[in-house]
């Protein structure tokens, strides 16, 4: 089993539209749940975290945690062109963090 | 702040010939990484560091060698370039260690 799971297939919605997006992951002893937002030709860069179970908002993000399940989400409300990225999820973990693969998302105007 | 900054930002290598990355962060962070990023691959660790002078191997060391002789700088070598090492090449330092400020990257080409 993998220790991060997610589904890199591209995502395109448009303009105004609910994106969400997934992970699994199978190590318990992780404790932050992380989103990063990667564009074009960039780093990637923090986008949200959290430490527990449940959501956390901020603006147009919230970032969903359920540790029984071991399944994070990010879901973005009212999406703009601007928010065309890859989003990768991340968890920490002995000195380092485990990524999952990036979903490419692309807002059509 | 600069945060962190790559150098250089892309190069071409032919196979066999030798190179240093060079990673600079200026935000005092104790850790740093360095990462490749393939298509389908997503981000892989290849070595790390949590503070001057030590360094560790991450998920895929081998071809691969690093040195922190300085908390703000971190060298990635390749000592002998293969096709197979042709990818974008991200630093990162942290401090608490789960949020991880990266640089804009290095586009190595191996001939």
């Known amino acids: 089993q993998k220790e991060v799971e997610q589904d890199p297939g591209p995502l395109s919605v448009p303009e105004g539209a609910i994106v969400s997006l997934n992970c699994t992951y199978s190590?318990?002893?992780?404790?932050?749940f992380m989103w990063y937002r990667q564009y074009s030709r960039k780093g990637p860069e923090l986008l949200m975290y959290?430490?527990?179970?449940g959501n956390k908002e901020d603006g147009r993000f919230t970032a969903q945690v359920d540790k029984s399940s071991k399944y994070i989400s990010l879901f973005i409300r009212d999406s703009q062109p601007s928010d065309s990225a890859t989003y990768l999820c991340?968890?920490?973990?002995?000195?380092?963090?485990?990524f999952g693969k990036g979903n490419q998302v692309v807002v059509i105007p | 702040n600069a945060g962190v900054t790559q150098t250089p930002k892309f190069r071409v290598l032919k196979t066999g010939q030798s190179m240093t990355l060079l990673c600079a962060q200026d935000?005092?962070?104790?850790?740093m990484y360095w990462y490749r990023q393939d298509p389908g691959m997503g981000l892989r660790l290849i070595h790390y560091?949590?503070?001057?002078?030590?360094?560790a191997k991450g998920e895929v060391p081998d071809g691969y060698n690093v040195s922190r002789l300085k908390k703000q700088n971190f060298l990635l070598g390749l000592e002998s370039a293969a096709p197979s090492q042709t990818s974008v090449y991200f630093c990162?330092?942290?401090?608490?260690?789960?949020?991880?400020?990266f640089g804009p990257g290095t586009r190595l080409t191996v001939t």
């Open positions: 959290t430490y527990s179970s």
């Open positions: 190590n318990s002893a992780f404790q932050y």
């Open positions: 991340a968890f920490n973990g002995n000195n380092r963090l485990a």
């Open positions: 990162a330092s942290s401090s608490p260690r789960y949020q991880q400020y």
């Open positions: 560091s949590v503070g001057e002078g030590t360094t």
């Open positions: 935000m005092n962070h104790e850790y």
